[in-house]
């Protein structure tokens, strides 16, 4: 079999410092030589040193050959890897589409304050993820904190390059937030260097936990206004979803 590099024949094999090819001269460099010996060692199989030149004689030729042929083909792989990503493109904004859906179709099955309270009542963590899905869908990036601890608050948001904290309550219309509660959330407000703060509740609130918020500027959420945003999900399309486009 003749051999070839390019359209020059090789009329000789050596080994030295570095991979050469020159009048018909290939040098190997011995670090590709030492690395398929070590690799058929590790097979525990027995080859010359000649079925080990032969070997790396053979990749550099397929290297040779690939590199020569990416020369060549250089426009149509490049068509490739732009139809390659706008494919992955388009199944990431698939996924994402699906999952908003998904999404949507949470807020819609629960819609109104009772059946939130049928639902969550002996899951109040679900009911925490569903005010976290509701804000996504307005535009907000959400991350709901930890189930221990959460130092008052339930969600961390952000938006516009605000932060946001945000409490859940998930209480009976007769069963109203009081103003210790909304001090918490304060208290966490600061503690987290947030730049506002969200309370929201299925219920309502008292008096002094209105004039508490009203002072400190913490928008208060009940189960009205939550009632509110749920009718407003639930018309929006899932362009203005992704978007965003519909904030509170």
């Known amino acids: 079999m003749k051999l070839e590099i390019g359209n020059f024949p090789i009329k000789s094999i050596q080994l030295g410092e570095k991979t050469d090819f020159n009048n018909g001269i290939l040098i190997?460099?011995?670090?590709?030589?030492?690395?398929?010996?070590?690799?058929?060692?590790?097979y525990?199989?027995?080859?010359?040193?000649?079925?080990?030149?032969?070997?790396?004689?053979?990749?550099?030729?397929?290297?040779?050959?690939?590199?020569?042929?990416i020369k060549d083909n250089l426009d149509i792989l490049i068509a490739i890897m732009i139809i390659s990503?706008?494919?992955?493109?388009?199944?990431?904004?698939?996924?994402?589409?699906?999952?908003?859906?998904?999404?949507?179709?949470?807020?819609?099955?629960?819609?109104?304050?009772?059946?939130?309270?049928?639902?969550?009542?002996?899951?109040?963590?679900?009911f925490e993820k569903y005010v976290s899905d509701l804000f996504q869908c307005v535009g907000y990036k959400t991350q709901l904190t930890s189930r221990t601890n959460d130092g008052g608050k339930d969600?961390?948001?952000?938006?516009?390059?605000k932060k946001y904290v945000v409490e859940v309550?998930?209480?009976?219309?007769?069963?109203?937030?009081?103003?210790?509660?909304?001090?918490?959330?304060?208290?966490?407000?600061?503690?987290?260097?947030?730049?506002?703060?969200i309370f929201v509740t299925t219920s309502s609130y008292t008096e002094p936990s209105m004039a508490y918020a009203n002072r400190h500027?913490?928008?208060?959420m009940d189960g009205?206004?939550?009632?509110?945003?749920?009718?407003?999900?639930?018309?929006?399309d899932l362009y203005q979803i992704q978007s965003g486009k519909e904030w509170i």
């Open 28 to 42: 190997i460099n011995w670090e590709y030589y030492n690395w398929v010996r070590q690799l058929r060692r590790s």
């Open 44 to 69: 525990r199989r027995k080859f010359t040193k000649e079925k080990n030149l032969a070997i790396v004689i053979i990749v550099l030729i397929l290297a040779n050959d690939l590199i020569s042929y």
């Open 85 to 126: 990503i706008a494919g992955i493109l388009c199944f990431i904004g698939f996924m994402r589409a699906n999952e908003l859906e998904k999404r949507r179709e949470r807020i819609r099955r629960y819609n109104t304050i009772k059946s939130l309270l049928n639902r969550y009542r002996s899951r109040p963590t679900g």
């Open 155 to 161: 969600i961390i948001m952000y938006r516009n390059g």
């Open 169 to 197: 309550k998930l209480y009976n219309p007769s069963n109203k937030i009081g103003r210790g509660h909304i001090q918490k959330l304060h208290s966490a407000m600061i503690d987290s260097n947030a730049t506002e703060a």
């Open 217 to 220: 500027g913490i928008q208060l």
């Open 224 to 236: 009205s206004a939550l009632a509110d945003l749920i009718d407003r999900v639930n018309n929006m």
